[in-house]
Nanobody, 115 residues
Framework: QVQLVESGGGLVQAGGSLRLSCAAS????????LRWYRQAPGKQRELVVT???????NYVDSVKGRFTISRDNAKNTGYLQMNNLRVEDTAVYYC?????????WGQGTQVTVSS
């Protein structure tokens, strides 16, 4: 089993920044594929960014140039740096890790951007 604990969400004004963290523990040696999703009220969950173990990174167009995914392998923790936040970025953000073919999810962290 793998446990993912997220932190870093909150309330910020438009144009502000937040950094989300996703700490992995349990039966995982190192995070390989790391994804961040978000779900806004009344909308489907949306894939924001995928970081593959080989270094490939893909962002959804709406966050390109504003969001940056990274990881600290020593801490087995992934991050999502979010800059120049917009009201439309308001959502619950979830990290997702795939380990031995199984999907694991963080508990979600609320990001609210005010105008």
């Amino acid at each position: 089993q793998v446990q993912l604990v997220e932190s870093g969400g909150g309330l910020v004004q438009a144009g502000g920044s937040l950094r989300l963290s996703c700490a992995a523990s349990g039966s995982i040696y190192r995070i390989n594929v790391l994804r961040w999703y978000r779900q806004a009220p009344g909308k489907q969950r949306e894939l924001v960014v995928t970081s593959s173990g080989g270094g490939g990174i893909n962002y959804v167009d709406s966050v390109k140039g504003r969001f940056t995914i990274s990881r600290d392998n020593a801490k087995n923790t992934g991050y999502l740096q979010m800059n120049n936040l917009r009201v439309e970025d308001t959502a619950v953000y979830y990290c997702n890790v795939v380990e031995l073919g199984a999907n694991y999810w963080g508990q979600g962290t609320q990001v609210t951007v005010s105008s």
